[in-house]
C-alpha cells in the first residue's frame, strides 16, 4: 500500500503562483513499485480531469493542453511537486495527486492505484 499526501494549496490571484507538493509513504517495495505519479483536478460541478503525470523511468511528462506552458511536474518516488504559474480561475479545483504501478499508464482515473485526499487552490480575480 501507498499513501499520498498533499499539500501546498491555497488562495491565489489570477497570474499568481503556487506549487502543490505530494508526500508518498509506505513500504519501500510499495513505493520502488510506482512507476508514474500524477495531477489531477475536480472543479465544483464537472469530472475530475487529467493535469499532468511523470513516468519515473525517464523522466517523461505529459500536460493537459489547458496547463501546457503554465506547469511543470516534477519529483522522484518520495515526493512530487506541481509548479502552477500564471493561474487563472478556471484552474480553481480540488487537485489530487495520484500514483500508478502499471507498466503503462494513460491520462485516466482508471490507470492509477493510489490516490490522496485532495488539496484545494482557488484562483481569484
Known amino acids: 500500500q501507498v499513501q499520498l499526501v498533499e499539500s501546498g494549496g491555497g488562495l491565489v490571484q489570477a497570474g499568481g503562483s503556487l506549487r502543490l507538493s505530494c508526500a508518498a509513504s509506505?513500504?519501500?517495495?510499495?513505493?520502488?513499485?510506482?512507476?508514474?505519479m500524477g495531477w489531477f483536478r475536480q472543479a465544483p460541478g464537472k469530472e475530475r480531469e487529467f493535469v499532468a503525470r511523470?513516468?519515473?523511468?525517464?523522466?517523461t511528462t505529459y500536460y493537459a493542453d489547458s496547463v501546457k506552458g503554465r506547469f511543470t511536474i516534477s519529483g522522484n518516488q518520495n515526493t512530487l511537486y506541481l509548479q502552477m504559474n500564471s493561474l487563472r480561475p478556471e484552474d480553481t479545483a480540488v487537485y489530487y495527486c495520484?500514483?500508478?504501478?502499471?507498466?503503462?499508464?494513460?491520462?485516466?482515473?482508471?490507470?492509477?492505484?493510489?490516490w490522496g485526499q485532495g488539496t484545494q487552490v482557488t484562483v481569484s480575480l
Open positions: 509506505g513500504r519501500t517495495f510499495s513505493i520502488n513499485s510506482i512507476n508514474t
Open positions: 511523470i513516468q519515473w523511468i525517464g523522466g
Open positions: 495520484a500514483a500508478s504501478g502499471l507498466a503503462r499508464v494513460r491520462n485516466i482515473q482508471n490507470d492509477y492505484n493510489y
